[in-house]
């Protein structure tokens, strides 16, 4: 009896213990569906301010409402993929587009909610960590996006900030209403800057490589075309090259004729006026919630986020680097290497002077000490 009586505590007490245990469980199922629940009607909400409709009045008067229904894409338009390497602008250009064409854009991770549907865009980072190639052979042509990696690499730096450093989709996932919304510390930036920096300036020149040459790259010393150019019935090489830090104003430059002459060109795709495309690139610049939100009013401001002399040195040559290769044959002829290169001279020209200013600075910071 008492052997019999101790083995009914001990079952007792196991069945107590898993009890507890499977109610554990639930609590912590229960939780995380609740957070992904609110992530979605936050997303939901930030997202609504995106469903848009452009509609061009005349030269100076034009609106952008909020969208009814989605708009389908015709089923033979031509689509194209926005890509760019991390913190190079693709939120503003995709507003910009998705306002031009009436359409919605997606997302490469899909946070949109937009990449099953009917979509005539997709923005990307791929081939950088950041992205992923998910729209398997829905896209047929590709817009390269370009930013000075002065600015690139910092602002790359905030989105990963504001992401908490995410490491998959779901960390990302959760992070989604911090987005845009605050620049780190300038010691966090720096801590980031000096492990990541050498990494992310060979990557922001891959990137542009890889595009340019049509999606080449470079495997145990044999360049070839990465297979997803090859059988994902898309042509890599890009139609056209667009600088952000140029096209990022509320006035209409060469940058933002560029895009609306390779939109006017795609098959297919119904634009609005040409005489109301200025009024509407000045409305989508103002309402920063559609790209830029609050982080110029959190943080600190976006000069603060500077580079060592070193560093600027190697972003300095790694730049000409880039620029000679593309001015040089069989480059030199080559309509979309001439865009690049003149994009990359403005670059060369706004890095070598704060080079040398740096360069002085800590000079003159060693006397001192």
């Known amino acids: 009896p008492t052997m019999r009586n101790e083995m009914v505590k001990f079952l007792n007490a196991r069945f107590l ?8 469980c639930v609590l912590l199922l229960s939780l995380y569906a609740l957070m992904v629940n609110i992530n979605m009607m936050d997303r939901a909400r930030m997202l609504e301010g995106h469903r848009e409709l452009s509609v061009g009045l ?20 031509t689509k194209t993929l926005i890509a760019s390497y991390p913190g190079s602008g693709k939120r503003f250009t995709w507003n910009v587009i998705s306002a031009l064409s009436n359409h919605k854009i997606a997302d490469d991770w899909d946070f949109s909610g937009a990449l099953e549907k009917n979509t005539m865009s997709i923005k990307t980072s791929w081939p950088h960590k950041e992205g992923v190639w998910s729209w398997g052979k829905l896209m047929d042509q590709v817009l390269l996006l370009v930013r000075n990696p002065r600015w690139a690499i910092p ?9 908490d450093y995410s490491k998959n989709w779901a960390e990302s996932f959760s992070r989604i209403p911090y987005v845009y919304t605050v620049r780190p510390s300038l010691l966090s930036w720096e801590s980031w800057r000096d492990s990541q920096f050498e990494k992310e300036m060979e990557r922001w020149a891959n990137y542009i490589d890889f595009w340019m040459e049509g999606g080449a790259q470079e495997v145990n010393g044999t360049t070839s075309i990465h297979p997803r150019c090859l059988y994902s019935e898309i042509e890599c090489k890009p139609q056209t090259v667009v600088d952000f830090d140029t096209f990022y104003t509320e006035h209409p430059t060469s940058e933002f004729f560029k895009i609306g002459t390779v939109l006017d060109n795609t098959a297919n795709v119904e634009m609005v006026s040409a005489i109301s495309r200025a009024c509407i690139l000045d409305k989508v610049y103002d309402e920063k919630v559609l790209h830029n939100a609050n982080r110029d009013n959190h943080g600190p401001v976006q000069s603060a986020f500077t580079f060592t002399s070193d560093q600027l040195e190697i972003m300095y040559n790694t730049t000409v680097e880039l620029r000679d290769k593309y001015e040089s044959p069989p480059w030199d002829e080559d309509t979309l290497a001439n865009q690049l290169t003149f994009i990359l001279n403005n670059y060369i020209n706004q890095i ?7 360069k002085a600075f800590e000079e003159a910071e060693e006397e001192v000490a």
Request: glycine share 4%; charged share 25%.
């Open 17 to 24: 213990r898993t009890k507890k245990k499977t109610l554990a």
């Open 58 to 77: 005349s030269a100076i008067e034009c609106e952008i409402r909020p969208l009814a229904t989605e708009l389908g894409v015709s089923p033979d338009a």
């Open 155 to 163: 602002s790359y730096h905030s989105m990963r900030s504001e992401l």
């Open 352 to 358: 070598g002077p704060e080079y040398l200013a740096m």
